[in-house]
């Protein structure tokens, strides 16, 4: 008798446990390593913040969860569940279609409990090291630490599949001048709540999710915010229904008296600069000889962002793709890995694997994309969905999830209606959605 497949999973959040559920339905061997001791990753709001709040200090003390307080999802909640378990109104719960975060958590703790994942997990056990058995093994040594006593473990494992999230390690604008900058300054992955902005005068850089909530929720106690934006479009002017919120080009340059100008010519006196600014990749106990790496943000070379050719199919890496349905994609991700770890699905040779990687890099940089927006799909993600669905032997992805995801996404786009959740026409997607789920033939 042939023993099954010993996979290692690293982290139990979103995607470690869609991968823990669909490595164990193939019948393989799954034990899941978690550094905290509660599932739910970045879902799991922690009130305490890094020891540095830029997060410069590589010896700071690191909290993983980036969310602040009131962050409700920025999907409606259609789309915040696995194709085959949905995102449920919980008895009691949050009615909203825009949960809060509590409720996200709650979903992933009875979608653990539902198919027996906690079982699998090692909690407070930090992986610190992975790393090929030998130079012509396939198999893993996985080192693991634990919390409690520091006692370290190694284990030899057939397959690792990395599912750590990327919304930790903050990811910084080079600015002129900053060194000498007096203000304080604060990257989004350590803000929680707004009362320490009472009164400030706030730059805030970035114009993704979190720029836009964030800037309004400070503006409630600020005297001033200010966002700064790369976006192409945007002119200096007052924001519309707001006293006290101005828009920007880019910040050009700091100076010791607290100056911050600005591309387009304005100026401010700041005594905060927030930096909205994204996050950077970041496998710190990964040891791949240089087969895998990260630079300017680009994790590669990775076969349709899972896979490196070279050690395919023994590591994986889940929810590496940005700005995406991401419990949708995680779980095809996640299904497709579990069926070619099991066998069930071959991958291309090595060679045309990479022969793909490049020609993707390639025609990234036809379209004017750099490199550091190598995982963003650029408005290609139902293709890519529907590819992984094709993988894993399911149907393609319902039409109406991909105008619900773009439908959701255009007010922070935009810049547009501040409060967006609350505007949903729920009428107008609950017909969709059921138009969508009668038979077409009739
Ligand atoms: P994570 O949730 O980060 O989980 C990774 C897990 O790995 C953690 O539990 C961590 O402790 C563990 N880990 C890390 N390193 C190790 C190690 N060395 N050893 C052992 N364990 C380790 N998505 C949406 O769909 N909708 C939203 O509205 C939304 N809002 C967001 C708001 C914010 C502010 C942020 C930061 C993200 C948001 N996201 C949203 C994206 C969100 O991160 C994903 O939904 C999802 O949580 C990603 O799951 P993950 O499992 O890939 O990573």
């Known amino acids: 008798m042939t023993h099954?497949?010993?996979?290692?999973?690293?982290?139990?959040?979103?995607?470690?446990?869609?991968?823990a559920r669909s490595l164990r339905r193939e019948g393989l061997d799954v034990v899941v390593f978690e550094k905290s001791n509660h599932l739910g990753g970045t879902w799991s709001y922690d009130p305490r913040t890094d020891s540095d709040p830029v997060g410069l200090d590589p010896n700071r003390e690191v909290v993983h969860t980036s969310l602040y307080r009131s962050l409700r999802t920025n999907l409606p909640r259609q789309l915040m569940g696995f194709l085959d378990y949905p995102f449920p109104n919980r008895n009691n719960g949050d009615p909203r279609t825009f949960p809060?975060?509590?409720?996200?958590?709650?979903?992933?703790?009875?979608?653990?409990?539902?198919?027996?994942?906690?079982?699998?997990?090692?909690?407070?056990?930090?992986?610190?090291?992975?790393?090929?058995?030998?130079?012509?093994?396939?198999s893993w040594v996985v080192e693991s630490?634990?919390?409690?006593?520091?006692?370290?473990?190694?284990?030899?494992?057939?397959?690792?599949v990395v599912c750590t999230g990327h919304f930790t390690q903050p990811r910084l604008p080079t600015i002129p001048g900053i060194e000498k900058w007096p203000g304080y300054q604060i990257h989004s992955h350590n803000y929680r709540v707004p009362e320490?902005?009472?009164?400030?005068?706030?730059?805030?850089?970035?114009f993704a999710s979190s720029a836009f909530d964030i800037s309004r929720e400070i503006a409630k106690v600020a005297k001033e915010v200010h966002i700064a934006t790369r976006s192409?479009?945007?002119?200096?002017?007052?924001?519309?229904?707001?006293?006290?919120?101005?828009?920007?080009?880019?910040?050009?340059?700091?100076?010791?008296?607290?100056?911050?100008?600005?591309?387009d010519g304005s100026s401010v006196y700041a005594d905060v600069l927030f930096y909205c600014t994204g996050y950077k990749y970041h496998f710190p106990f990964l040891e791949t000889n240089g087969i895998v790496t990260i630079e300017d943000?680009?994790?590669?070379?990775?076969?349709?962002?899972?896979?490196?050719?070279?050690?395919?199919?023994?590591?994986?890496?889940?929810?590496?793709?940005?700005?995406?349905?991401?419990f949708q994609m995680t779980e095809l991700q996640c299904k497709w890995v579990a069926r070619v770890l099991s066998g069930k699905v071959l991958l291309p040779t090595e060679k045309e694997m990479m022969a793909y990687v490049e020609e993707y890099y390639q025609q990234m940089e036809k379209d004017g994309f750099p490199k550091h927006m190598?995982?963003?799909?650029?408005?290609?993600?139902?293709?890519?969905?529907?590819?992984?669905?094709?993988?894993?032997?399911?149907?393609?992805?319902?039409?109406?999830?991909?105008?619900?995801?773009?439908?959701?996404?255009?007010?922070?786009?935009?810049?547009?209606?501040?409060?967006?959740?609350?505007?949903?026409?729920?009428?107008?997607?609950?017909?969709?959605?059921?138009?969508?789920?009668?038979?077409?033939?009739?």
């Not at 320490?196 to 970035?206: E, K, R």
Request: aromatic share 10%.
């Open 374 to 442: 190598t995982h963003y799909l650029h408005f290609k993600e139902i293709g890519y969905c529907n590819w992984l669905a094709a993988k894993a032997g399911l149907p393609p992805i319902e039409h109406w999830r991909d105008e619900m995801y773009l439908e959701s996404i255009k007010p922070v786009l935009l810049g547009l209606q501040d409060n967006y959740r609350d505007q949903w026409d729920d009428a107008h997607w609950k017909a969709i959605i059921k138009d969508a789920s009668l038979p077409q033939n009739v």
């Open 100 to 138: 809060g975060h509590e409720e996200v958590l709650w979903f992933l703790n009875r979608f653990s409990d539902e198919f027996g994942l906690r079982g699998l997990t090692r909690f407070g056990s930090e992986v610190v090291r992975v790393e090929l058995v030998s130079e012509k093994s396939d």
């Open 232 to 263: 192409p479009d945007v002119k200096v002017m007052k924001l519309a229904n707001h006293d006290n919120m101005w828009q920007h080009k880019m910040v050009k340059c700091v100076s010791e008296d607290r100056l911050v100008a600005f591309d």
């Open 4 to 19: 099954p497949l010993r996979v290692a999973v690293i982290g139990a959040g979103v995607a470690g446990l869609a991968a």
């Open 297 to 326: 943000n680009r994790v590669g070379p990775l076969y349709k962002h899972v896979f490196p050719p070279a050690l395919a199919p023994w590591l994986s890496f889940i929810g590496i793709p940005e700005k995406e349905v991401i």
């Open 196 to 206: 320490p902005f009472q009164g400030q005068i706030v730059v805030v850089i970035g």
């Open 145 to 160: 630490r634990r919390n409690r006593d520091s006692v370290l473990t190694r284990e030899v494992f057939g397959a690792v």
